[in-house]
């Protein structure tokens, strides 16, 4: 990990390519604000749970009564 100088910034901050490089983030970032927080991510990663979340959207209704407590039966085919 590099150290990077504190700086004041007074208009605008603007980070290099190769700051972005180096942190192998691409040339696609997203960028989230929070308090306390700037947070640069790569798109590409976002993808994976965008398609993850996507899963459960069209799932139909089970069957199995009670599942998340009869999980082990369910699956192993005996109590726990």
């Known amino acids: 990990m590099r150290k990077i100088q504190k ?3 007074a208009k605008q901050l603007i980070l290099g390519q190769s700051l ?3 942190a192998k ?3 696609n970032v ?3 604000i929070q308090k ?3 947070i640069i991510l790569p798109v590409a990663k976002k ?3 965008q398609a ?3 899963l ?4 139909i209704e089970g069957v199995l009564d009670e599942p998340a407590q009869n999980h082990d039966s369910y699956i192993y085919g005996k109590d726990r």
């Open 56 to 59: 459960g959207e069209d799932a």
């Open 30 to 32: 997203e960028i989230t």
């Open 20 to 22: 972005l490089s180096e």
């Open 36 to 38: 306390g927080a700037i």
């Open 25 to 27: 983030l691409g040339t």
């Open 7 to 9: 700086k004041k910034v």
């Open 47 to 49: 993808k994976g749970w």
């Open 52 to 54: 993850l979340a996507k």
